[in-house]
């Protein structure tokens, strides 16, 4: 099973271990070994602190799909680029991306506190997907 993140870009320090948590159950109690995360504010960073941190205890994969290149240099060990991504323009690559994530994934674990913008956005779009949606509060 796969799983992705949408959340705030300013999402508070404080649900990283809730957030750990979620994720920990998935890969215990629900075979989750497959996880995608997006490159773009605090959400995003955070959950991919809790990939690295747990892919030293459990045989996970983890990935950063990037919407359109860095401007600095990353590690590219554990990254995707989404097939197609490089005939859309610049402006609309994150809205291609994050519906490339939600096609991709069986499981979305959301930090979503405003009705408004793009957490709201694909974790609505998720919902009409039908994916499970785990909410972090």
Known sequence: MKCTFFGHSDAPQEIKNALKEKITSLIEKRDVNCFYVGNHGN??????????ELSSIYQIEYYVVYAYLPENKEDFLHTIFP????????????????KWLVERSDIVITFV?????????????????????????
Do not use: T, W
Request: charged share 35%; net charge positive.
């Open 43 to 52: 959400f995003d960073r955070m959950a991919l602190s809790v990939l690295k």
């Open 83 to 98: 097939e197609g991504i490089e005939c859309v323009p610049k402006r609309f690559a994150i809205n291609f991306r994050n």
């Open 113 to 137: 506190q405003r009705s408004y913008g793009g957490a709201a956005k694909f974790k609505k779009l998720a919902e009409n997907k039908g994916k499970e949606i785990i909410c972090i509060k």
